[in-house]
């Protein structure tokens, strides 16, 4: 299947949203969570982190952002629109879910295109796991303060326990952030559901019954995705 991507000529991070809340944020603004992945697919996992930073963090909508690049690691098994497919219909019955498609992966590109998109005045969250959270606050960055203060002045981190609880890294220039790193706690049983286990399982024709929603399950039968 063609994957159907908007091209944009500029370098400039652009967000496209596919599906918008039909609850979310008011026209003045609000709390916007972000969940960043690469949706191959998206799972239940996926949507039990959305609906407890929305509960527990009291966000007036989350996005699901599927980015066309990803900076850390390829792609295969579902086109671009199929994953954004899955998507939409994951969260069809989910009020303040919004599902976007942005032409860059890293976060500080993402929020920069998020302001492009939503008015009003908006405080943003990155919703991540303990591993990703722990990639983002120790990478080898060029110059730290600066990537720090630039990443903590954008948005802020909710981060979530994955195969493990996190722990702020005893670095001195983190703790002036301290305030804008949350961390949520999660079922500790959903670390056994991931995109990479659905896909195994679909490629050994084994069901995917508590890995994806049902809509996406008949959506991967239906076009043989992820088969070995």
């Keep these: 299947m063609a994957e159907n991507v908007p091209q944009h000529d500029s370098d400039r991070p652009h967000l496209t949203l596919v599906t918008r809340a039909s609850r979310g944020l008011a026209p003045a603004g609000g709390r916007l969570g972000v969940i960043g992945g690469a949706y191959n697919p998206i799972t239940h996992?996926?949507?039990v982190l959305a609906r407890a930073a929305f509960?527990?963090?009291?966000?007036?909508?989350?996005?699901?952002?599927?980015?066309t690049i990803l900076p850390h690691k390829p792609i295969e098994g579902a086109a671009i629109d199929q994953r954004l497919e899955m998507m939409r219909l994951a969260v069809a019955e989910v009020p303040f879910a919004t599902v976007g498609l942005c032409t860059h992966g890293l976060f500080l590109d993402i929020a920069a295109a998020i302001r492009e998109v939503y008015q009003g005045e908006l405080d943003v969250f990155f919703i991540v796991g303990r591993d990703a959270?722990?990639?983002?606050?120790?990478?080898?960055?060029?110059?730290?303060?600066?990537?720090?203060?630039?990443?903590?002045?954008?948005?802020?981190?909710?981060?979530?326990?994955?195969?493990?609880?996190?722990?702020?890294?005893?670095?001195?220039l983190l703790q002036r952030y301290a305030d804008r790193i949350h961390t949520l706690p999660l079922r500790k049983d959903l670390d056994q559901i991931s995109s990479t286990a659905a896909r195994e399982q679909a490629a050994a024709g084994r069901p995917l019954q508590g890995?994806?929603?049902?809509?996406?399950?008949?959506y991967i039968r239906g076009h043989g995705l992820y088969r070995a």
């Design 211 to 218: 890995l994806v929603p049902e809509r996406v399950a008949d």
């Design 133 to 172: 959270a722990e990639r983002i606050l120790t990478w080898p960055y060029p110059d730290p303060a600066a990537a720090l203060q630039e990443m903590f002045t954008a948005f802020q981190l909710l981060v979530f326990r994955r195969r493990g609880e996190f722990t702020l890294p005893t670095l001195h």
């Design 55 to 67: 509960d527990q963090a009291r966000l007036d909508e989350v996005l699901f952002v599927l980015s």
């Design 45 to 47: 996992a996926h949507l």
